[in-house]
Each structure stands twice: as structure tokens, then as C-alpha cells.
């Protein structure tokens, strides 16, 4: 298909320049495991859910809309926290995962808000970043009634996300743990719902895959595929948000891909990506 060997071709040549001068990210080893419960859900301090968005990316991604952004047309002036509640007390799995996606957002809204106000006063897109922090100072608005009680939610109703089948919920999961606070077997179960959306092509699943810790269990040979995905089925904006994460150090395997890796990456791709492809381009 000319589509993917175009990505192919615009893949293999770009990463394989990226790593050309980087050194092996080194492995972070792995906390000790700590035995509870099926998914531990309980207070904890939260890692960042999601990676930030690299400075040269600001004016790509908010029209790129590489995820789909929460609905936010049903929330008033009571903000998100008492629908946050609603949607834990409820079995309904996309109400719950329009919570986890309220959680993250209000997580990361105030660093967004500041990155789009550097941008603005750097000269980079004046009249698309004073609308972005315009729908930033909105967000917060949303965000007042979300407490720490409702912050300390999110791997609760994330990891019910996940086992619902949702797509990006395992790597929102994964985000608002700790490894190491997980068994082998916990760990396991993650690593396989990340594998399960990152095959069905969902694009944000990709990056979730790709941006994960190393203590998952997710090996090179399998991120180098999600790689060769992300930038096929995402496009431009997936590649150039490849790239920045490359070259930040968000995206790292454990051994610097060879070129003949890659290469066996993406022939390895091609049949399960051609039909994702054929049914998003016919």
C-alpha cells in the first residue's frame, strides 16, 4: 500500500537519524513489588498520567486532536467534581472513562495553560494560543470542584475502564500507578490491555505503549511495531510528535534500534496495519 511504505520510508529515514547520536536510554529498575490487592486503587501519590507536550508541538497538536477531548457540554457551574461522583457510583463504562479523562485534563490543564502562554509571548501563533488559554482558563473553571478525594479516583476508575475494554484506559492506568506497587501478575494484566488497544490501532493507545515505563514489560520489538503504527495511522502530526518525544528522552528502548531492525519492524507492520489503513482510507 503506497500509504504505509510512504510512512515507512518517512519513518525508517527520520528515526533512524534520531538515534544516530543518542546513547541507550538507560533502564530504570524496577521498585520492589509489594503484594495487595487485584489493582491496587487506594490514596497514592499519582505519576503523571499522560507525557506533556513537547514546546515545538504546541501549535501541531491542538489541531492535530491526536485523542478525542472529554465532552464537556453537560457540565455547568457545578464543574466536573459531583459528575465525577456520578460516574463512580454508576456501571456505565463511559461514564466512567469521561471521568478519568476529566481527572487527567484538570491534571495537566495548569502546565498546558503556561506552555501556551510562553508560545503566545515567544510570537508563535498569537491569536491560536490566546484561544487556547482562553479554553484553558474555562477548563480550571471546570476543575474548581475536582478534590483531592476526586484526584484520588483516577486509578480506581481507570482500572475499571480498562477491564470495561475501553481504548486508552489501560495506559491511563498504567499512568496512575506505580510498577513497582503492582505484583508480576498485576503488572501482566496492564501490559496485555495496553498490547490489546495498541493492536486494535487506536492512536492514543500507541503513544500510551510507546511512552511506557520500561517496568511494564513491553519489549523494543514490540514498541518499535507501535511506532511504525503510531506514525501510519496518525500522520504527519504522529510523527512530528515521534520525533519531540525521541528527542526529549520520552520515547526510549533499551538497545538503539539498528537500521535492519527497523526495517524488520515495519515488515513485520505491514499485514496488520494494511486493513487498519483500508478501513480508515478506503
Known amino acids: ?28 529498575p524496577t521498585p520492589g513489588i509489594a503484594a495487595s490487592a487485584p489493582l491496587p486503587i487506594g490514596q497514592q501519590a499519582v505519576p503523571s498520567s499522560a507525557p506533556p507536550v513537547p514546546a515545538s508541538m504546541a501549535v501541531a497538536t491542538p489541531a492535530a486532536r491526536l485523542a478525542a477531548a472529554p465532552s464537556t457540554a453537560s457540565i455547568g457551574a457545578e464543574g466536573y467534581g459531583p459528575h465525577i461522583d456520578q460516574a463512580r457510583a454508576s456501571q456505565d463504562p463511559k461514564a466512567i472513562w469521561e471521568a478519568v479523562q476529566w481527572l487527567r485534563q484538570c491534571a495537566s490543564n495548569e502546565g498546558r495553560r503556561a506552555s501556551f502562554e510562553a508560545m503566545r509571548n515567544h510570537g508563535v501563533s498569537p491569536e491560536m494560543m490566546t484561544q487556547l488559554m482562553v479554553e484553558a482558563d474555562a477548563e480550571a473553571r471546570r476543575c474548581q470542584t475536582v478534590t483531592a478525594t476526586h484526584r484520588a479516583l483516577l486509578p480506581e476508575l481507570a482500572s475499571r475502564a480498562m477491564r470495561a475494554g475501553l481504548p486508552e484506559a ?26 490489546r488497544d495498541a493492536l486494535a490501532g487506536d492512536v492514543p493507545s500507541l503513544l500510551g505503549a510507546l511512552t511506557a515505563h520500561e517496568a511494564w514489560g513491553l519489549s523494543d ?10 506514525a501510519a495511522l496518525g500522520g504527519q502530526p504522529a510523527q512530528a510528535m515521534a520525533k519531540a518525544l525521541i528527542d526529549n528522552g520520552q520515547i526510549r528502548f533499551r538497545t538503539k534500534p539498528t537500521p535492519a531492525e527497523l526495517e524488520a519492524a515495519l515488515r513485520l507492520a505491514r499485514p496488520w496495519l494494511e486493513p487498519l489503513l483500508s478501513q480508515r482510507h478506503p
Open 170 to 195: 489501560a495506559s491511563a492506568y498504567a499512568g496512575a500507578v506505580f510498577p513497582g506497587d503492582l505484583t508480576a501478575t498485576q503488572r501482566s494484566e496492564v501490559a496485555e490491555a495496553m498490547r
Open 221 to 230: 520489538e514490540e514498541r518499535l511495531r507501535y511506532l511504525v503504527a503510531y
Open 1 to 28: 500500500m503506497k500509504r504505509l511504505a510512504f510512512f515507512g520510508a518517512v519513518l525508517l529515514g527520520l528515526t533512524a537519524a534520531w538515534w544516530v547520536s543518542r546513547e541507550s536510554a538507560p533502564v530504570t
